[in-house]
């Protein structure tokens, strides 16, 4: 078993709090930059950064695997946390300026499987999981320069 982890970072074209808004806002802006790989998304409850409660699919490697996730805010406009209600899967962002533009960092950790699985797991999913989160990071940066706030 043990921890594993994926982290994929860039700089995105927009100044951090419009990047923070964007992402903390899970009915209007958040869905539309998710990859392909995200599917099914629900906001149950909140909608803005803490308390808010989502689900969504995830299928990666030919595997899919829902996600009840709840969302709290540590550092609210720095970081963001979702947290995962069936698992001990947790993804942070973190949003940190860098002039008139931000680094944006996606950093997800979970227990790993035992056994043969868990052998395939630790090789291949952080491998996927990052490719994800690059391509996520890409369609964000393309977000954020469409619109000028997060209300835009």
């Known amino acids: 078993m043990g921890t594993l982890r994926v982290a994929a970072e860039r700089v995105v074209g927009a100044p951090a709090a419009t990047v923070y808004g ?9 869905p ?31 595997r899919s695997r829902a996600y009840r996730m709840a969302v709290s805010e540590p550092e609210p406009g720095r970081v963001m946390v979702e ?33 043969v699985g868990g052998f395939f797991e630790r090789l291949f999913a952080p491998r996927v999981l990052r490719s994800i989160y690059l391509d996520e990071l890409g369609r964000l940066d393309a977000h954020v320069r469409s619109h000028e706030s997060p209300g835009a």
């Open 32 to 62: 539309t930059f998710l990859p392909p790989a995200f599917s099914g998304f629900t906001v149950e409850s909140g909608g803005t950064g803490a308390g808010t409660v989502v689900r969504f699919t995830v299928t990666a490697g030919g």
């Open 83 to 115: 947290t995962d209600a069936d698992s001990s899967l947790v993804t942070t962002f973190t949003v940190e300026p860098e002039g008139q533009v931000a680094r944006v960092r996606i950093v997800t950790t979970w227990e790993g499987s035992a056994g």
């Open 22 to 30: 964007c992402l903390a806002d899970m009915r209007e802006h958040h």
